[in-house]
């Protein structure tokens, strides 16, 4: 884990870390998922939410908690665009004529992966001869064959 001690210009910062603050910056980063925006919106720097984080079990777990709202925020966008979709404009001669709604096969790929691995994922099923599993030993020979004349270790065979 990365450690940050704080410099003397941060030292007052120590005291700074209140529930206020706390909320403040764990509902900016919920909202936009992004630690800058969070630190302007607590009006503290990078370098004290990183100290705060690693030095009060109240803000990192605010932080971790928002960090989780936020990727719940994304995943809900994720399933807007793939099953709702998104309205884009259509242009005739340079003149908004309509919409078109669009959306995300991609998206719908990832949900659907996120929410049952077992069933989505991709699957490669490396068989041996006859369908046996195959052995790692077997594996790592053939990629690995010894050049022509030597032993498998460098030396010269006779």
């Known amino acids: 884990m990365n450690t940050v001690s704080p410099s ?8 700074g870390c209140t529930p206020e603050v706390i909320e403040k910056f764990a ?13 302007i919106a607590a009006n503290i720097s990078r370098r004290t939410a990183l100290y705060w984080r690693h ?10 908690e928002a960090l989780k709202v936020a990727c ?3 995943e809900d966008e994720g399933y807007r665009r793939a099953h709702d979709g998104v309205d884009k404009p259509v242009y005739q001669m340079g003149a908004e004529v309509g919409l078109i709604r669009e959306y995300s096969d991609t998206m719908l790929i ?11 994922r991709e699957r490669v099923a490396l068989t041996g001869e006859n369908g046996e599993p195959l052995k790692a030993e077997v594996v790592i020979r053939h990629m690995f064959k010894p ?8 030396a010269a065979t006779a």
């Open 8 to 15: 003397p210009a941060y030292a007052d910062r120590e005291h």
């Open 147 to 154: 050049p022509e004349g030597t032993d498998g270790d460098g």
């Open 110 to 120: 990832f949900l659907l992966k996120a929410a049952d691995p077992n069933k989505y």
């Open 55 to 64: 030095e009060h079990a109240d803000f990192a777990s605010a932080w971790a």
């Open 72 to 74: 719940w925020n994304l």
């Open 27 to 39: 509902e900016a980063l919920a909202e936009t998922g992004k630690v800058k925006d969070a630190c």
